[in-house]
């Protein structure tokens, strides 16, 4: 690249400049590119929470008759660390705390799994602040049972194995009696609803985008954001062992 490209990016002057061309300047500065999506003033995350509720609802329909108190949601602020927790769970008879995060979509590996790694490590001190006494803690990240979903896992299947070695199948058996060693699963969540849920999840244009000028298409965001999901996280192998999950 040219300095006077280099430039040009330096004084903010980003017009006719590729999303990949500001990315690799951006990372030889030792940084990395955040790119939002706002669509009428709401953030296209904000537009995704309908699978995510399902999901957290979904669990905590499952988890309540088997005697797990759940909260979700969870915020905290622990010695400079915060975040919240998806879901918290904890059964008051063997004292096993349960630590899930949900997600419909992956977009980011390692963003997530240093994330959870920080939540399961403060869980009993999250758990202690509510009154629940902590004898051991499973753990467990929830993915939407899409075919992207499933095939990112696969990509990454020995990452996953080292941090998540137990499947869904095995962690809801220890569920309904959570006795013996805490298992830590990677969890596939294909309930009906979550996955009507995740296909009737649309972004349709309005009147008013239609009518701003310069608006991009609907179409243009929506592959936009599809081909931001196909990119593989930065630092990770490609060729890795297939994921195999049969315990969905």
């Known amino acids: 690249m040219s300095q006077t490209a280099v430039s040009r990016l330096e004084r903010g002057r980003l017009g006719g400049t590729a999303v990949g061309t500001v990315a690799r300047v951006v990372a030889e500065l030792g940084a990395e590119l955040e790119v939002r999506v706002r669509w009428h003033g709401e953030e296209l ?3 995704l929470d309908a699978a995510h509720a399902a999901m957290v609802e979904r669990l905590i329909e499952m988890l309540v008759p088997l005697g797990w108190q759940c909260a979700a949601e969870v ?3 622990i010695g400079g660390e915060r975040g919240s927790v998806d879901v918290l769970a904890w059964h008051e008879r063997s004292g096993r ?3 899930v995060e949900t997600k419909s979509v992956v ?3 390692q963003q997530m799994l240093s994330a959870f790694d920080r939540k399961v490590r403060l869980g009993p001190t999250i758990a202690a602040r509510r ?7 499973a753990k467990a990240i929830v993915l939407a049972g899409t075919a992207t979903n499933r095939r990112r896992a696969q990509r990454f299947s020995a990452t996953l194995r080292t941090v998540l070695p137990s499947d869904g199948g095995t962690m809801r058996r220890w569920l309904s009696d959570p006795v013996g060693p805490c298992p830590a699963a990677l969890w596939f969540l ?10 009737r999840r649309r972004i349709r244009p ?6 701003r000028p310069g608006a991009g298409s609907v179409s243009s965001v929506g592959a936009a954001v599809a081909a931001t999901s196909r990119v593989p996280s930065v ?4 060729r890795q062992p297939r994921y195999q999950s049969p315990g969905d």
């Open 131 to 137: 009154g629940w006494q902590v004898s051991g803690v």
């Open 75 to 77: 915020t905290f602020l």
């Open 45 to 47: 995350d904000r537009l």
């Open 107 to 109: 977009p980011d590996l």
């Open 235 to 238: 630092g990770l192998a490609e």
């Open 97 to 99: 705390l349960l630590v």
């Open 206 to 211: 309005t009147e008013q985008s239609r009518a």
């Open 190 to 199: 294909s309930d009906s609803r979550v996955m009507t849920t995740i296909r």
